[in-house]
């Protein structure tokens, strides 16, 4: 008994504390309703829906064109959070008119979140701007009329012909959307009177009369197809309706087909073709956009003509990423993700309870403000941030909210902070510990960063519970930078101290390295690299003297974009001295020396040319050595082959019969090459008989052993 009496206990406490926490209901305020565009009748009523879900209690008001709107008699706001106008106006008596743009605004006390915005205009319709025109056509031959009118909302277009409502189940017969009508194999009952009557909330109208007049055929020979109206340049939004329109002409008739200029299929759903050629797509989707070709084809042949128009199906700004409500302690960053798709792309804006909100210190937006991030937070930043994705098709909003922990007993902010500068490169940072609980303190954070940087160049440093002062070092030379300190807990951070700014010394700059290289026996060239390393440098100075003589012939100033200098009329007996050092605003840096010896330099410059010369002599010589015994070898050789040729030859001579015939009694041609084919099919013979050396005797009577006698 007791134990149930402890569960209905308990029970009852954590009901007591979801009603006082309103955990049983939505806790994100956010809108159930929102209002919409309108389209009104003057001297009708207007309802703009609105409402909201969070807790209570919550309060919705109402603004037009951005100023807030009160129950004045004729406009009022209804008890569930819509707004009525029993008696819609254009131009009321002060001048002033209920048309324009409405939003509306709800808020409990966590914050405030605005609706999208709806625009509440009038209906009208406007004078034709484009009506038929008389036309005289040949039977069989096509016919199109056209009308165009403004008006809000889009006028409805009927057709008349001598005065009754054209009959839309006949197949010549094609009304488009648009305003067009258009006749197929005219006959002669198709002549007479046409006009157009447009209707919509603000009344009708009616266009002038065209007459049609059809004439009997005057040439039934072969026409080329022919298009006479092809599709226009279309913008739409998803869930419209788009016809392209294509009427075409010739003998036979043309067939008219559809495709796109990219090869992607057209498809079926949501495909019709109206009349003999005219595409209509219903329900878009940002996938239609492209651009579509008509073709008008003669029948059997490859004989076309084609027009072409742009599709384009815009699509509004829809949430792929909804940003989700946080709670973050003091001292910490929070980061809202709002991520929107759409046709065009979406811009993204970003609302404080309602109030458009400015990247500032430390609140920041990035990836196209898809992002935002805000750093240091502090009890003023507790409020709910709205995402509006916004592009020329429509709008959407989301909501996030931000709750700022702020746990009691936290240590006040540290006190005193101060900045020394101590070097070019180092500030010492000092404070004092804070004036209250600082008992839980396990450490202070010093926050640090450029003051030409923006916030998120910030970087820190943290030291011990007992350390009251830090010395920031690797710091940039004659550069401001901003300190301030937090205090840490285990349970959060502390408020933000006091910022300090204090700058760097300036220093000189570094040490340049310098090379040497002698031009010639008088002259040298001194030459450097320029590097970062060098530091902020207004340039260099360069001077030189004759050792060991005291003064320097110099400086020579020398601009910081300088790399090197040529220095001439030296004397070639004496050792030089060349210096070399970068300056600034703070003064001269270390200098670099080098020693030359031209006398020395350039004797040893001569030899290394002349030992370069004898080189390339001695590869020529070998070049030429090589190429000689190659040519050798070769000339061996074929004067080898040309002796053991002339042999054979003498030896089929001397075996052949001669014939008797011709000039000098020379053998047949036909005898020739067959000695010639001897020749090259036994070579490997002749190799064998010219090993005796009678034989070689006998076959080289020219040998050198000859000659030698």
């Keep these: 008994m007791a134990n149930g009496g402890c569960l209905w206990c308990f029970a009852l406490s954590l009901s007591l504390i979801i009603s006082i926490l309103g955990l049983g209901q939505s806790v994100e305020l956010a809108f159930t309703a929102e209002p919409s565009d309108e389209v009104a009748v003057p001297g009708e009523p207007v309802t703009l829906l609105c409402s909201a879900d969070g807790i209570q209690p919550i309060t919705i008001t109402w603004r037009k064109n951005g100023a807030p709107l009160w129950d004045e008699g004729n406009v009022f706001p209804l008890p569930n959070g819509s707004f009525y106008i029993p008696f819609f106006h254009v131009n009321k008596d002060d001048g002033t008119s209920d048309q324009g743009e409405y939003d509306c ?350 916030v998120q160049m910030e970087y820190q440093e943290a030291v011990s519970k007992d350390t009251f002062q830090q010395s920031v070092t690797d710091l940039e030379p004659s550069t401001s930078y901003i300190f301030y300190i937090k205090a840490y807990t285990s349970r959060g951070a502390s408020k933000t101290s006091a910022s300090v700014v204090q700058s760097t010394l300036g220093e000189v700059p570094a040490v340049p390295s310098l090379y040497i290289k002698v031009l010639n026996s008088t002259a040298i060239q001194a030459a450097w690299e320029p590097s970062i390393k060098l530091g902020q440098n207004e340039g260099f100075k360069l001077y030189y003297r004759k050792v060991p003589q005291p003064d320097y012939t110099g400086p020579m100033l020398l601009p910081s974009n300088v790399t090197a200098y040529n220095i001439c009329q030296l004397d070639p007996l004496v050792v030089y001295e060349v210096k070399l050092l970068a300056f600034n605003q703070h003064g001269d840096g270390n200098s670099t020396v080098r020693f030359v010896y031209l006398k020395e330099a350039s004797a040893r410059a001569g030899d290394e040319q002349r030992a370069k010369s004898s080189t390339t002599g001695i590869i020529i010589g070998i070049h030429i050595g090589v190429t000689c015994i190659i040519f050798c070898v070769l000339f061996l050789m074929f004067g080898y082959r040309g002796r053991l040729m002339k042999c054979k030859a003498s030896q089929d001579q001397m075996s052949a019969p001669q014939v008797v015939g011709g000039v000098n009694g020379r053998i047949s041609h036909q005898n020739a090459q067959n000695g010639a084919t001897l020749i090259d099919n036994n070579v490997s013979e002749l190799k064998g008989k010219v090993g005796d050396l009678n034989e070689m005797e006998h076959l080289f009577p020219h040998s050198p052993r000859h000659r030698s006698e």
């Design 105 to 454: 605004v709800a808020q409990n006390r966590f914050g405030t979140v605005v609706s999208r915005k709806a625009r509440v205009q009038a209906a009208v319709i406007s004078d034709f701007h484009i009506y038929p025109q008389d036309a005289t056509l040949e039977e069989g031959g096509v016919a199109r009329f056209q009308c165009q009118i403004n008006g809000l909302p889009e006028p409805d277009i009927v057709w008349e012909r001598s005065g009754e409502i054209i009959d839309t189940e006949n197949p010549r017969y094609t009304l488009l959307p648009t305003g067009v009508l258009q006749i197929t194999a005219l006959q002669a009952d198709d002549a007479g009177t046409f006009r157009c009557v447009a209707s919509n909330a603000a009344g009708v109208k009616y266009s002038p009369e065209a007459v049609l007049t059809v004439t009997g055929p005057h040439y039934t020979g072969y026409k080329d197809p022919m298009i006479l109206v092809g599709p226009e340049n279309l913008t739409k939004t998803i869930h419209q309706t788009a016809i392209l329109e294509c009427m075409a002409t010739g003998n036979p008739r043309p067939i008219v087909s559809w495709s796109r200029l990219d090869g992607r299929p057209i498809g079926v759903e949501g495909i019709q073709v109206l009349g003999t050629g005219n595409l209509m797509i219903s329900d878009l989707t940002v996938h239609h956009s492209g651009i579509y070709v008509c073709a008008a084809n003669k029948p059997g042949t490859r004989v076309r003509r084609t027009a072409q128009g742009r599709l384009v199906v815009q699509a509004p700004a829809e949430f792929v990423q909804h940003p989700q409500s946080i709670s973050r302690p003091v001292g910490t960053t929070a980061i809202f993700t709002c991520l929107a798709q759409g046709e065009p792309p979406p811009q993204i804006t970003w609302l404080k309870n309602g109030q458009e909100l400015e990247p500032r210190g430390h609140i920041k937006l990035k990836n196209n403000n898809s992002s935002l991030t805000i750093s240091g937070i502090s009890q003023e930043d507790e409020a709910i941030y709205q995402c509006i994705a916004q592009n020329s098709a429509g709008s959407s909003q989301a909501s996030a909210r931000l709750s700022v922990i702020w746990a009691e007993g936290l240590p006040g902010a540290p006190q005193d902070v101060t900045a020394t500068t101590i070097s070019s490169t180092s500030i010492q940072v000092s404070w004092k510990e804070p004036m209250e609980n600082t008992q839980e303190i396990i450490g202070y954070v010093v926050h640090i960063r450029k003051t030409e940087d923006p």
